[in-house]
């Protein structure tokens, strides 16, 4: 069975970075949109970036400019390097890809990984 597996969580002070790596394994088929969610206490999930096959990419408005979502095709994993965080950035954050081109990112998830930013 496919799955996709984050890596890069963590604690890290108000200004610093972080980078969140996604890989897809298993029988996960060909994706197509790939993106980021975060969840924070108490607040729904939201869409904070997300890039196509051909490398399109959109990203929320509190993050524009701070974060940059990347990929590589050929090893089927999504990249988020986020610069200049703040505390607001603290939430769960899942992988998520679509199969269906097209498509929002959210045929499979991740399991999430937390970010942690202190002021």
């Known amino acids: 069975q496919g799955q996709l597996v984050e890596s890069g969580g963590g604690l890290v002070q108000a200004g610093g970075s972080l980078t969140l790596s996604c890989a897809a394994s298993?029988?996960?088929?060909?994706?197509?949109?790939m993106g980021w969610y975060r969840q924070a206490p108490g607040k729904q999930r939201e869409l904070v970036a997300s890039?196509?096959?051909?490398?399109?990419?959109n990203y929320a408005d509190s993050v524009e400019g701070r974060f940059t979502i990347s990929r590589d095709n050929a090893k089927n994993t999504v990249y988020l390097q986020m610069n200049d965080l703040k505390p607001g950035d603290t939430a769960i954050y899942y992988c998520?890809?679509?199969?269906?081109?097209?498509?929002?990112?959210?045929?499979?998830w991740g399991q999430g990984t937390q970010v942690t930013v202190s002021s």
């Open positions: 998520a890809a679509a199969i269906r081109p097209g498509t929002r990112p959210s045929d499979y």
């Open positions: 298993g029988t996960i088929p060909r994706t197509y949109a």
């Open positions: 890039i196509t096959r051909g490398a399109v990419t």
